[in-house]
């Protein structure tokens, strides 16, 4: 209340051009008391919300006719906005440049897409889109990454959903249940399955990377050492890998045990921490084989050839794990699929 207070004791004064205009039709007065000197024409064209309010007050405002509801005889619009606010908004109605978006004020990115929002302005949505996907992408602090999250949940847009959601795969569920974001209060429990829902099949596409049978159903031809079509000659254990070639066609293939310990110990690594992207991901990889290399090593056969093999085929497994992260996002993921779907695939 104190703020009302001051706002309705502050002066007013007129924003500036375009909106300064006294040949305007329609005075926009914001909680600040700035008045905008706006076309009513442009406004409808951008808002329905605004053409319908036209279209039932030709002169606005009509009723309560008070000298207060008037600007030298132009009828006063007051809205519940400030007028940093609806300075962006009406820049993106007006036939003029769009402004910049702030790279860290976050608060005021959020105040225009509830505006928007309210009004029905789509192109003030897609501005804000564009503005929070930049937001995420430069370096915030996590909890703002969250943040938009849950606004990008509570106003329903998807897109923006999973683009921050496969930023957050670098945190950990329990670190985002941490993180205390003001706009929770404004959205369901169903926001939190969606997310897990996703985590989970991103969690299922890397760890089926690490699948033996997999790789040897992608490889054309043996790679040695790593695994050869019959029995080795060296002292490395071989294990029976059925692949199947063709729908019905299986044959048995045998890698060295050591490379099918090296991918466990990757999945394991995985499931433990849910590392899933970028640094985080490669310290898993390397934490198998820095596992792996010394069982190599005993093989006076294999110790040369194949630690430097294992080691180009781990940086093609990294490769791989993050790319079916980026495959989830381009066959279109939904969060609308069901929790029971999600842990079914
Ligand atoms: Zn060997």
Not at 12 to 22: D, E, G, K, L, Y
Not at 86 to 91: F, I, K, S, V
Not at 135 to 143: I, K, Y
Request: charge should be positive; hydrophobic fraction near 45%.
């Amino acid at each position: 209340m104190a703020t009302e207070n001051k706002s309705s004791l502050r002066k007013i004064v007129t924003a500036s051009a375009p909106f300064n205009n006294p040949a305007a039709d329609l005075v926009v007065r914001t909680s600040d008391r700035t008045q905008f000197h706006v076309v009513k024409a442009v406004l409808a064209v951008a808002s329905p919300v605004f053409a319908d309010m036209f279209s039932v007050a030709v002169n606005l405002p009509s009723e309560t006719d008070s000298p207060s509801d008037y600007n030298e005889g132009t009828p006063i619009l007051n809205v519940t906005e400030s007028s940093g606010t609806m300075d962006t908004l009406l820049r993106l109605c007006y036939p003029v440049d769009n402004p910049e978006a702030s790279s860290d004020d976050i608060d005021a990115i959020i105040d225009i897409l509830a505006a928007g929002k309210k009004y029905e302005i789509e192109v003030a949505q897609t501005w804000c889109m564009s503005a929070l996907k930049n937001f995420v992408s430069a370096s915030h602090p996590d909890h703002s990454k969250f943040r938009i999250f849950v606004v990008a949940y509570q106003w329903g847009f998807e897109d923006l959903m999973l683009f921050v959601a496969k930023c957050l795969l670098t945190n950990s569920m329990a670190d985002i249940l941490s993180m205390s974001i003001p706009e929770l209060t404004k959205v369901d429990a169903r926001m939190f399955q969606r997310l897990w829902a996703y985590r989970q099949k991103c969690e299922i596409a890397v760890i089926r990377q690490a699948a033996i049978d997999l790789w040897l159903g992608k490889w054309k031809r043996p790679w040695a050492p790593l695994w050869i079509k019959g029995i080795s000659v060296c002292r490395c254990k071989q294990v029976k890998v059925p692949v199947f070639v063709s729908e019905n066609n299986r044959i048995d293939l045998f890698p060295k045990v050591w490379l099918c310990e090296f991918l466990d110990d990757v999945k394991t690594a995985v499931r433990a921490r849910f590392c899933l992207l970028g640094q985080e991901l490669s310290t898993n990889v390397e934490y198998a084989l820095r596992r792996a290399l010394p069982k190599v090593a005993k093989c006076s056969e294999c110790s040369s050839g194949g630690r430097r093999e294992l080691r180009i085929f781990a940086e093609g497994l990294t490769l791989a794990m993050q790319q079916s992260i980026d495959l989830i996002d381009s066959s279109k993921f939904k969060f609308k699929r069901k929790l029971a779907q999600a842990s079914t695939l």
